[in-house]
Structures are given as structure tokens and as C-alpha cells.
């Protein structure tokens, strides 16, 4: 009888813990339109006070994440799924594209991300057309924006320490008091490796299929990291704030290539010696030319 009442006051507990979690997460927001997914976390009210970082970032691969990837994520949807493995595109599924092109996309409906998976299709297929103009546009409006970073995924690593990000919270390296603007707190995380790992490197889905765009995090760590290395991403890539340049950037490219030529000149008699002493003996200059490029990167060069 006693067992059998603790049993009861258990049952009572626990169904009561899962009521808790379901109508907490029943609670949490799930955009049904873009526009509503945009204005959850709207980064053109950041611009009001941080222009400078918003026109950096601006110039940047992260604000068009999705736009300059649309081929790839076109056969992935319209080829891998479709035809290949007969499977039907649902939210779980565009995620293992978007949750690192487009992070805002896990508070989109099921319904929305669909849509948005669809749009990508008739993006790169009718592209040049109204139609496809039209979804383009759309699309452009998801990337990796500042609350990607600054709230998203700022504490995904350690995500079972940190827990699920506070809505509205900034999350940055100091935790700079921002008077009335917005709630900010401080969160190390951002600043280390780890967190552009998350994104540029392995990731694993939760189905448990492994994606990857790129393997640069892998040879960071087992590279440049186990020879001694010991700057972060941020390091190298935020010198210049936010404008992260990478490949596409002359600049940077040439920073990560260092270039040693050594020459060694010598003189050279062409022919024969015999020959060489009827005529009249012509010595001609030449070199040895010997160049180094040493990768000056944190990673593989090129990547890809
Ligand atoms: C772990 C995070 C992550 C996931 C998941 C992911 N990507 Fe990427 N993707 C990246 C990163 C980071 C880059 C940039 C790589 C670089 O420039 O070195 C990238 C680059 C790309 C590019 C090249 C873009 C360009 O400008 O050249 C394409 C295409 C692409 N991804 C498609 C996809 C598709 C399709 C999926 C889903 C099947 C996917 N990605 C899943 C992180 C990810
Ligand atoms: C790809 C991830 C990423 C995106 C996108 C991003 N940030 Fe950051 N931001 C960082 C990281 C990492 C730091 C910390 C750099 C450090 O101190 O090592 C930072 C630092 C900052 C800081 C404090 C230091 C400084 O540079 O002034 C501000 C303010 C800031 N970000 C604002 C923004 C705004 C506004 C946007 C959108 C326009 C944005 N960030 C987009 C990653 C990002
Ligand atoms: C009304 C002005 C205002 C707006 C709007 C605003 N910020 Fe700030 N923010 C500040 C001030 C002031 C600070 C503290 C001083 C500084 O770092 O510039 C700050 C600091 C920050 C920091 C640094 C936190 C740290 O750890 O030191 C980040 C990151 C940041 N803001 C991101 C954002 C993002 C993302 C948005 C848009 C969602 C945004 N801010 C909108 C005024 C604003
Ligand atoms: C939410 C996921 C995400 C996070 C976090 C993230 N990135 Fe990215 N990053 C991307 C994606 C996706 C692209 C590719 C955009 C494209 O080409 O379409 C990219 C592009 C870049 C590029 C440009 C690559 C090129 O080809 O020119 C650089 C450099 C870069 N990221 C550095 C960083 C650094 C450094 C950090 C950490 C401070 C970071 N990223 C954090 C997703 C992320
Ligand atoms: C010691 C400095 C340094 C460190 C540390 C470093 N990078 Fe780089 N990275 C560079 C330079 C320089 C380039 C440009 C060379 C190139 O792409 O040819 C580059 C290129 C890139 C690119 C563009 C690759 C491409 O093929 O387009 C991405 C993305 C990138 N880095 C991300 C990262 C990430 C993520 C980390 C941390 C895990 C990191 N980097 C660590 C210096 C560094």
C-alpha cells in the first residue's frame, strides 16, 4: 500500500514535470511566414546602434548563406532526397542544411519549413524567371544573421551547461553593459574555436547522419592546433571585425601563402667541351630558382 502510493505521488510528479516541458515548449514561438521568423530575430534593429558592425557583416559570406549556396542545397532537396533516397522533405530534414546556413530556420513551423525547402528548389530551377526571382528574394532575406550567432548558437557547444538560449538575449565576449538597449551576458564560448567549429566543421544531424561542407576544423585541430598552433579562428578571421574573409578575399589569401625564393645563379658553357674549344666559348648565365610557400593558415589551403 505504501509502495503503492509513493508509486502514485511519483506518477503524479512526473506527469506533472512532462505537462511542464510540453506546455513550456508548446509556449515557445514557431514562425508560420518568413516574415515572422525575420522579425524574431531582427538584425536591422542591431544596425541602429551598431552600423559599423552591421555594414561589415553586411559585406560578408554569413549574410548570404543560403542565396550563395542554392545550387547545393537544390540537389541535396530536389536530387538526394527526392530520387535518391525516396525521402520526404520534411523540417528535420532541411535542417541538416539550414540549422548551420540559416540557424533561425529550427523556430520556423514544420509547415514553413517545408515552404522555405521548396522555394530553394524553384530558386536555383526557374532561375531568371518572376517566379524564381521572387523565391530568391525571400530566401535572401535567411542567413547566418547576428542573433545566429549572438543568441542561437552562441552557447550550443556546451549546450548542456548553458541550457536554451534566453529569447532577446545578447550574448557576447564581455557582457558590456548596454544600458536600456537589450539584456546582454557575458559568454566565453564565442570567442573560442569551438564555436566556429560547430558550424565549419563535422556536424552531426539527430538522426544521426554526419554532413559536411568542409573538413577546416578538422585540420585546425589535428594540424595546426597539434603542432603547436595556438591562435583561434577569431584570431586570424576578426582582424578586420566582421567581415570574416576567407577564400574569396585576395587580401587574406595572400597573408596565408608566405612566398621564399632563393636563387642561385651560375654560369653554363652549352655543347660539347671539344667542339666547344674550336669555336669560340660562350658562357651563358643561368639560375637556379628555388621556391618555398609555406601555409601560413590555421587549416588546409585551399579548402574544399
Ligand atoms: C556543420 C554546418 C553545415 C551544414 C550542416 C551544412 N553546411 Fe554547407 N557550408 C557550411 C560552411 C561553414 C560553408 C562554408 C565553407 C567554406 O567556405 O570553407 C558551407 C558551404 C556550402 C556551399 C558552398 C557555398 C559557396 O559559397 O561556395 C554549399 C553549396 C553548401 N554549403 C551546401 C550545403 C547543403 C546542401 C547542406 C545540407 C545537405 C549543407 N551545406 C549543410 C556549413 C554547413
Ligand atoms: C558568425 C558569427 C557572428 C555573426 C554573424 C555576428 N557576430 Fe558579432 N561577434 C562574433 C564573435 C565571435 C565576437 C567576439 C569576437 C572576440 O572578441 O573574439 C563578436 C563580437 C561582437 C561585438 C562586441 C565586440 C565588437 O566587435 O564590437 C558586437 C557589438 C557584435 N559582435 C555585434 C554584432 C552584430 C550587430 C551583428 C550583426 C550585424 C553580429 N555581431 C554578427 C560573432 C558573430
Ligand atoms: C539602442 C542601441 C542598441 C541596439 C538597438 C542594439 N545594441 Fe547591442 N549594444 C549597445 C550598447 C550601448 C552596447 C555596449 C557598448 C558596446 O559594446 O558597444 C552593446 C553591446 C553589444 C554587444 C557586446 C556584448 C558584450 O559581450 O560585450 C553585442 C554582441 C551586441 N550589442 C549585439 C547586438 C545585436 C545582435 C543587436 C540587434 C539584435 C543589438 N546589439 C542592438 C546598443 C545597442
Ligand atoms: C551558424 C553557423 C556558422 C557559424 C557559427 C560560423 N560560421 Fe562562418 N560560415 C557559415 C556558412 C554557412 C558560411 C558559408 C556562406 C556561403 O558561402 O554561402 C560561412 C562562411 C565563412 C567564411 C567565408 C568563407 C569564404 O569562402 O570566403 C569565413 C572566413 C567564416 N565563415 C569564418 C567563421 C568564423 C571565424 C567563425 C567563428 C567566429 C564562423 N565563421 C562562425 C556558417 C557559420
Ligand atoms: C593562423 C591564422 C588562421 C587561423 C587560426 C584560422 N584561419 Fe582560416 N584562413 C586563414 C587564412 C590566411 C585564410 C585564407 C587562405 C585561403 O583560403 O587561401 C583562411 C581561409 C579560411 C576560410 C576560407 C576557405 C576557402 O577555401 O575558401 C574559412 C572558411 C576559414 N579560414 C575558417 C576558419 C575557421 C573556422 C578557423 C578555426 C577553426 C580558422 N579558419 C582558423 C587564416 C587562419
Not at 40 to 65: G, I, L, P, V, Y
Not at 81 to 105: G, R, S, Y
Not at 173 to 190: F, K, R, S, Y
Request: charged share 25%; aromatic share 6%; hydrophobic share 35%.
Amino acid at each position: 500500500m505504501k509502495i503503492l502510493q509513493l508509486l502514485s505521488i511519483g506518477q503524479a510528479l512526473l506527469v506533472a514535470l512532462f505537462l511542464g516541458v510540453t506546455s513550456s515548449s508548446a509556449a515557445e514561438k514557431q514562425a508560420e511566414t518568413i516574415d515572422e521568423l525575420v522579425a524574431m530575430f531582427d538584425d536591422a534593429k542591431c544596425m541602429e546602434c551598431h552600423e559599423e558592425t552591421h555594414n561589415e557583416w553586411k559585406s560578408s559570406w554569413h549574410s548570404r548563406a543560403v542565396v550563395s549556396s542554392l545550387k547545393g542545397m537544390h540537389n541535396f532537396i530536389a536530387i538526394g532526397l527526392k530520387k535518391e533516397w525516396n525521402t520526404p522533405l520534411t523540417k528535420a530534414q532541411i535542417m541538416k542544411c539550414l540549422d548551420c546556413h540559416a540557424p533561425t530556420v529550427k523556430y520556423a513551423s514544420e509547415k514553413l519549413a517545408v515552404e522555405i525547402g521548396n522555394m530553394i528548389v524553384t530558386a536555383h530551377k526557374m532561375k531568371g524567371t518572376a517566379e524564381g526571382d521572387k523565391a530568391k528574394k525571400e530566401l535572401a532575406k535567411l542567413n547566418v544573421g547576428c542573433l545566429s550567432c549572438h543568441n542561437i548558437k552562441a552557447g550550443a557547444v556546451a549546450r548542456g551547461l548553458h541550457g536554451e538560449p534566453i529569447p532577446g538575449m545578447i550574448y557576447g565576449p564581455q557582457g558590456e553593459d548596454a544600458d536600456d538597449a537589450h539584456e546582454t551576458e557575458e559568454l566565453v564560448d564565442i570567442t573560442r574555436a569551438s564555436f566556429c567549429m560547430q558550424c565549419h566543421g563535422k556536424y552531426k544531424a539527430a538522426d544521426g547522419e554526419t554532413i559536411q561542407c568542409n573538413t577546416l576544423s578538422g585540420s585546425y585541430q589535428n594540424t595546426y592546433i597539434a603542432q603547436g598552433g595556438s591562435k583561434t579562428c577569431q584570431d586570424c578571421h576578426m582582424k578586420t571585425g566582421h567581415t570574416f574573409p576567407g577564400g574569396h578575399d585576395l587580401d587574406i589569401v595572400k597573408e596565408g601563402l608566405g612566398l621564399q625564393v632563393e636563387i642561385i645563379s651560375y654560369g653554363h658553357l652549352p655543347g660539347t667541351l671539344k667542339k666547344k674549344l674550336k669555336e669560340e666559348k660562350k658562357w651563358i648565365p643561368s639560375a637556379v630558382v628555388n621556391v618555398f610557400i609555406e601555409n601560413k593558415t590555421g587549416h588546409r589551403v585551399p579548402d574544399g
